[in-house]
């Protein structure tokens, strides 16, 4: 009787502990502004929707010059999940590219989200409950393939130069492009992809 109620004891402690550990955060939200936008998404992973067992493992937010201004939550309304963000700012930044990061809690691991071209707007929304836009944590990629074709080749240098030289009007795989880790596609990720290339020549 004694070894049933302490395991039932043990299984209470670490529900919690799960519990509190999910609902730790990476990142601390500068929100001392007066406006916001509204951003609706779904978190994937590929083609995958991220599952409502895993949406737990995973913080999403908006940066603004690397500064935190959101952090998403996952809401059910009638059966349908959707993550939802209020990121904040003012009049000094209409218009400023918002960054996507995401951190994995399972696995400790901090990733950029690529592939989002979102503006900040005061009193701007971005998707619908209904109609998401896709977040994309991407982990499975090829470093370097920025062209998507499976394997990493002086055609990739062409494509990242391409879309250096159009200030990213051309169409890459960012998250393989950026070989040094920067958040951003640089002539240092062209240097990266040649070396890549002549090392496994």
């Known amino acids: ?13 670490l529900a919690l502990w799960a519990l509190a550990l999910s609902a730790q955060t990476h990142w601390t939200v500068n929100d001392n502004f007066a406006n916001h936008m ?45 993550g939802q963000m209020m990121v904040f700012g ?5 218009g400023k590219q918002l960054t996507f990061m995401v ?30 836009q896709a977040f994309d944590v991407n982990f499975n990629y090829l470093p370097g393939d920025a062209n998507n074709d499976g394997k990493v080749s002086s055609a990739d240098v ?19 492009a950026d070989l040094s880790g920067d958040g951003k596609i640089s002539s240092a990720d062209v240097v990266a992809i040649v070396r890549l290339i002549l090392n496994n020549e």
């Open 158 to 176: 062409v494509a990242v130069v391409k879309y250096i030289l159009s200030d990213g009007a051309t169409t890459i795989n960012e998250a393989a």
């Open 90 to 94: 003012d009049a000094d930044d209409e």
């Open 1 to 13: 009787m004694k070894s049933k109620h302490v395991r039932f004891m043990f299984s209470v402690v």
């Open 38 to 82: 509204t951003i609706y998404y779904e978190l994937m992973v590929g083609d995958d929707v991220v599952t409502p067992e895993d949406r737990t493992t995973y913080e999403v937010v908006a940066l603004i010059n690397d500064d935190c201004r959101g952090r998403g939550e996952f809401i059910t309304v009638d059966g349908h999940t959707y």
């Open 103 to 132: 951190y994995d809690k399972a696995n400790k691991e901090e990733k950029r989200i690529y592939g989002v071209n979102i503006l900040y707007a005061n009193d701007g929304i971005v998707g619908y409950p209904s109609q998401p």
